[in-house]
């Protein structure tokens, strides 16, 4: 079960920080991924990262602005999220991949859980 957080209303330039929770024993065998959707768009990754934290993946709309991280000692994973543009406004999603080589897959079917999702919304 994954649980994320953090969402909220800022305001062009300002920060937020997402956090997802995993219940279980085996969240580090997991791949990582941020998803997002927007109103009438598709949902797309944002960040994904690797089961040790040693490789990310960032979609070209957040580079530079966007930092994934894990933390495997408390089952979570985090989105830093600065320099926050309203774009970036949408229902965010974390999820996870038992993907056996460890990739990060980049489209929703690669991955096998999600989270309920948490809205963020940038104000112009």
């Given amino acids: 079960?994954?649980?994320?957080?953090?969402?909220?209303?800022?305001?062009?330039?300002?920060?937020?920080r997402l956090s997802c929770a995993a219940s279980?024993?085996?969240?580090?065998?997991y791949v990582m991924g941020w998803f997002r959707q927007a109103p009438g768009k598709e949902r797309e990754l944002v960040a994904g990262i690797r089961r040790s934290?040693?490789?990310?993946?960032?979609?070209?709309?957040v580079k530079g602005r966007f930092t994934i991280s894990r933390d495997n000692a408390k089952n979570t994973v985090y989105l830093q999220m600065d320099s926050l543009r309203p774009a970036d406004t949408a229902v965010y999603y974390c999820a996870a991949a038992a993907n056996p080589w460890g990739l990060v897959g980049t489209t929703e079917s690669d991955y096998d859980y999600w989270g309920q999702g948490t809205q963020v919304t940038v104000s112009s």
Avoid: I
């Avoid at 279980?24 to 065998?29: A, P, Q, S």
């Avoid at 934290?53 to 709309?61: I, P, V």
């Fill in 53 to 61: 934290g040693e490789r990310t993946f960032y979609a070209d709309s």
């Fill in 24 to 29: 279980g024993r085996t969240f580090n065998t």
């Fill in 1 to 16: 079960q994954l649980q994320a957080s953090g969402g909220g209303l800022v305001q062009t330039g300002g920060s937020l």
